[in-house]
């Protein structure tokens, strides 16, 4: 069976680990902190704090900003639920909108979409492609007159806080900058199936405009993710500073040694090994499959973008989603793992339920319909990706003809 996303371990990540738990430091320390000098320099955002997942890191920011009952949050309803379920635990209402032909939200929906509640926007480069950041700001900026603030940071900002959901998109690049650096705050994920892992993980990237400062920020983050103590672990085991305060309720969201040693090895090969074997794949699939006239290649790089390669969303021409769902069972039959990336939110349960109808989402229920992400990851060989793009060829004709 060819696997969707197994993650790549070899010897060096094992060693590194190993490394931490000889050293006689597990939790958040000098590995840890590392790990952020390293991702800063990576994107050339300003300062980055690493937590224990992107949604953790997705909900401080909301709660940091001050975003509670009565405020609203605009997603896009092409996501995974992480991404408007941080909107939900802050009592705050997630304004889905609509997205574009990229799968990325669409910015004239945006602008339909703000009024004087909206506090945030939470754009998500879906698959590693960069949503249209100069175009969201842009939009922010001319409704800025709407804009209601409550509290000294809102005041601050005097706009919409423009929070990058970038959990696919570490190292993709829009207008020669990279994401970390194209938002006022951007969230990475390292959970076990992106990009790049730590197991479990995630990163704030901040990049606030003037007047924020954003090493003070870096710093009441770090205090706010441990509690409000004002003094980690790491600090108190310095003779005799035994004795902290707590300065808030903060929350616990702090990401071990032990992980930021997985995180470490799979940067420093980031750019040079994992994206450029994630983009052959990518390359591979739509040189084979391009030729197919029920195909249709997603668009990963064009004169301003280039995606992170995160997740290859095929789509097939004219078909419903239960035709899809049939070639996706034919697919596995032929043992190969694919996927759907994602559910549009309107269609789960939970958000149903709460008002949200897919109706209303006709670009992201079409997108839906006929997608099938195909596996991407740095072990897949040559020869595996033959067999996929013949298990998606044969499936697919299979199906079209019955
Ligand atoms: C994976 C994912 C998240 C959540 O990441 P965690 O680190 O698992 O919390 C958020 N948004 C999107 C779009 C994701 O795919």
């Known amino acids: 069976m060819i696997q969707f996303s197994p993650p790549h371990i070899d010897k060096k990540i094992i060693d590194e680990v190993i490394d931490s738990l000889k050293s006689g430091w597990i939790t958040t320390g000098p590995k840890t902190k590392l790990f952020e000098k390293r991702i800063t320099e990576y994107c050339g955002n300003q300062n980055t704090l690493c937590v224990s997942s992107a949604t953790a890191g997705l909900e401080l920011v909301l709660r940091w900003f001050g975003v509670g009952p009565c405020d609203e949050v605009i997603v896009p309803t092409y996501t995974y639920c992480a991404t408007a379920n941080v909107v939900a635990h802050c009592g705050a209402k997630p304004v889905m909108v609509d997205i574009g032909e990229d799968f990325n939200i669409n910015t004239k929906n945006i602008l339909k979409a703000i009024n004087k509640n909206t506090k945030v926007i939470i754009p998500v480069d879906l698959a590693g492609f960069p949503c249209d950041y100069d175009e969201i700001y842009n939009v922010v900026e001319k409704k800025k007159s709407l804009f209601e603030p409550t509290g000294e940071i809102q005041k601050k900002l005097e706009r919409i806080l423009i929070l990058s959901d970038a959990a696919h998109s570490l190292g993709a690049v829009y207008k020669n900058k990279k994401t970390g650096n194209l938002a006022d705050i951007s969230v990475f994920s390292f959970h076990a199936v992106k990009n790049l892992t730590t197991a479990e993980g995630g990163a704030i990237a901040f990049n606030l405009p003037q007047p924020f400062n954003n090493e003070e920020i870096y710093n009441y983050f770090n205090i ?66 391009s030729s197919y006239n029920w195909a249709i290649i997603p668009e990963y790089e064009n004169g301003i973008k280039i995606s992170s390669y995160h997740v290859f969303l095929l789509r097939i021409k004219d078909i419903s989603e239960e035709t899809r769902d049939s070639i996706i069972s034919r697919i596995f039959e032929k043992q190969v793992s694919v996927n759907v990336h994602f559910q549009p939110l309107p269609l789960l349960s939970y958000y149903k339920n709460n008002g949200y109808n897919i109706n209303d989402y006709p670009i992201s229920y079409k997108k839906y319909a006929n997608v099938i992400s195909l596996p991407v990851y740095y072990n897949l060989s040559e020869e595996q990706i033959s067999v996929v793009t013949h298990a998606v060829i044969d499936s697919v004709e299979e199906e079209l003809n019955s």
């Open 224 to 289: 706010y993710t441990l509690h409000g103590q004002n003094k980690d672990a790491l600090a108190k085991t310095k003779i005799g500073n035994w004795k902290y305060d707590v300065i808030m309720p903060g929350y616990k969201a702090n990401m071990p040694d032990i992980l930021a040693a997985i995180g470490l090895i799979e940067l420093e090969r980031y750019e040079r090994e994992i994206l450029p074997k994630r983009k052959f794949i990518f390359d591979t699939y739509k040189n084979i499959l």
